[in-house]
Nanobody, 123 residues
Framework: QVRLVESGGGLVQAGGSLRLSCAASGRTFSSYAMGWFRQAPGKEREFVAVISWSGGSLYYTDSVKGRFTISTDNAKNTVYLQMNSLKPEDTAVYYC????????????????WGQGTQVTVSS
């Protein structure tokens, strides 16, 4: 019943942009933090960004700050990750997730996860 479904991934040239979407359904997520994580081949899962549905508790990992923007559309129960000035090192599978703990960057505190969407940035 509870589902997080990512979309918007694809292949883009370095310097380009993509917008990822995560549609949430199956329960009320209004009190949850919504996060984005990514995992490159052979690497551990990495925190990217987190937001509350009110727009607070907003944090980014240093490597994406100034380039990525996380936001929500509460009417659509959707969280977005706008990615600009993409670099080859941004290549990864991107996951959205939901946590009862506001602002947490720990994947262990996230109880719901999407299936992931592939982002590939060519040089």
């Amino acid at each position: 019943q509870v589902r997080l479904v990512e979309s918007g991934g694809g292949l883009v040239q370095a310097g380009g942009s993509l917008r990822l979407s995560c549609a949430a359904s199956g329960r009320t997520f209004s009190s949850y933090a919504m996060g984005w994580f990514r995992q490159a081949p052979g690497k551990e899962r990495e925190f990217v960004a987190v937001i509350s549905w009110s727009g607070g508790s907003l944090y980014y990992t240093d490597s994406v700050k100034g380039r990525f923007t996380i936001s929500t559309d509460n009417a659509k129960n959707t969280v977005y990750l706008q990615m600009n000035s993409l670099k080859p090192e941004d290549t990864a599978v991107y996951y959205c997730a939901a946590s009862r703990w506001s602002g947490t960057q720990s994947p262990y505190e996230y109880e719901y996860w999407g299936q992931g969407t592939q982002v590939t940035v060519s040089s």
